[in-house]
């Protein structure tokens, strides 16, 4: 896959985010619970103004909306899954998740079924889909992939 942008920090993947976003109505992430759910709500901030859900691993019946609240982006209702831009996290595809690249294509699938405009992106951090090889199973339009730098300092 070509390299079309390079940024850093947070601020960068959701800039990046943002963009590949323009055009899109309603978005659906696909990610594990607790792990995958704050970078969801935190994508999903910079796309406020559209209509976001979320997936817990590839569970279809229990997607749930994200929504903008006084506290800040949360899960919310049940909601219907279908979208035209589903976008996988890269949790799904860490080796302990036990998530074949074929399950996340099939749930990516069902996401975009009856969509004329249908975006598949994946989020991931220190190249977890290209390691797993899960861009050899998904024809993602996108990955976003960021590396993470962590100093911890002793004042």
């Known amino acids: 896959m070509p390299i079309i942008n390079t940024s850093q920090g947070v601020g960068g993947i959701l800039n990046s985010f943002k963009g590949l ?5 309603k978005i659906t992430f696909v990610g594990t619970p607790g792990f995958c759910t704050p970078f ?8 406020r103004d559209k209509k976001l859900a979320f997936i817990p691993n590839l569970d279809f019946e229990k997607a749930r ?3 903008m609240t ?3 982006m949360q899960l919310g209702e049940p909601i219907d899954a279908h979208a035209e831009a589903v976008v996988l996290l890269g949790g799904l595809a860490m080796p302990k998740i036990g998530v074949s690249p ?3 294509k099939d749930i990516a699938g069902k996401v975009l079924e009856g969509s004329a405009k249908i975006k598949i992106i994946g989020v991931c951090f220190q190249s977890m889909f290209m390691q797993q090889k899960w861009d050899e199973v998904i024809s993602f339009d996108y990955i976003i992939n960021a590396d993470l730098a962590v100093e911890v300092l002793q004042t």
């Open 102 to 104: 074929e399950k996340a």
């Open 40 to 47: 969801a709500e935190l994508l999903g901030f910079v796309v």
């Open 70 to 72: 006084s506290e800040g």
């Open 21 to 25: 976003m323009e055009g899109v109505e």
């Open 65 to 67: 909306s994200i929504s």
